[in-house]
């Protein structure tokens, strides 16, 4: 069991659900003003993607990611900033003629998904270790073995601290194997994605199985989609992990109530001091995931 929990919130994601809450934010101040509401309920870690502020759709704008980042610093908030770096992989087939790519394709290098890690310099940036396919239909990430070494390479010359986004057992063989080929520096930090049509399910064997699979010395937290969120929460701290939560994940707080990122939080929370652990503050966070302390 984790006696000292650090909740990270992923505030906005990318997927289809501005359109479905209201509390999803969209805009660069919106965005930020949600990651102050976290740090504020217990977060200890933000997790940002940006959106394009007219349309709500997912963005790799490096202005975007600035402007969200300076908004979050101004506030005074001292909460870790892990920025996404795993836009660029969406590949959309057509079914009938595969070498066709239909709207909705975004797909680009593995160094071209790091500008706005190169300019700002985030505590965090995520790496996400694998292709698979993404929901039904012809939805792809993209994400290859060359990708991800090219990828890890850069961020280790940074002196970012890569968190790596597990979708199935596969993906954490080959994180080991970058690890292994020196690509990654200790302490490992590991994100293990659960629920995600159509990577590892969110069943507690699986993810005791995962955790089992780690490296020696990891740090790790868990997550699970939709109404899983909270029941993982439990999970990953009793096999002593930590725990994400947030609007990327999940859009409510109970049946029929749309939730906020700081609910969301403040439900973690509860259950973390239920369980008998600490919330980690974002000092805390540092000193276990090996971050550069405040500046």
Known sequence: MNNEVIITCALTGAGDTVRRSPHVPVTPAQIAASAVEAASAGAAVVHIHVRDPETGAPSRDPRLYAEVVERVKEAGTDVVINLTAGMGGDLVVDPDEPLRYLPGTDLVGGLERLPHVEELLPDICTLDCGSLNFGEGSNLYVSTPDMLRAGARRVQELGVRPELEIFDTGQLWFAKQLLAEGLLDDPTV??????????????????????????????????????????????????????????????????????????????????????????????????????????
């Open 190 to 295: 590991f994100q293990l994605c659960m629920g995600v049509p159509w990577g590892a399910p969110a069943d507690p064997g699986v993810l005791q199985s995962m955790v089992a699979m780690l490296p020696e010395g990891a740090q790790w937290a868990g997550f699970a989609l939709g109404r899983m969120q909270m029941p993982w929460v439990a999970q990953s701290i009793l096999l002593g992990g930590n725990v994400r939560v947030g609007l990327e994940d999940n859009l409510y707080l109970s049946k029929g109530v749309k939730a906020t990122n700081g609910q969301l939080v403040e439900r973690a929370v509860r259950i973390t001091e239920l369980l008998g652990s600490a919330v980690a503050t974002p000092d805390q966070a540092r000193a276990r995931l090996g971050l550069k302390p405040r500046g």
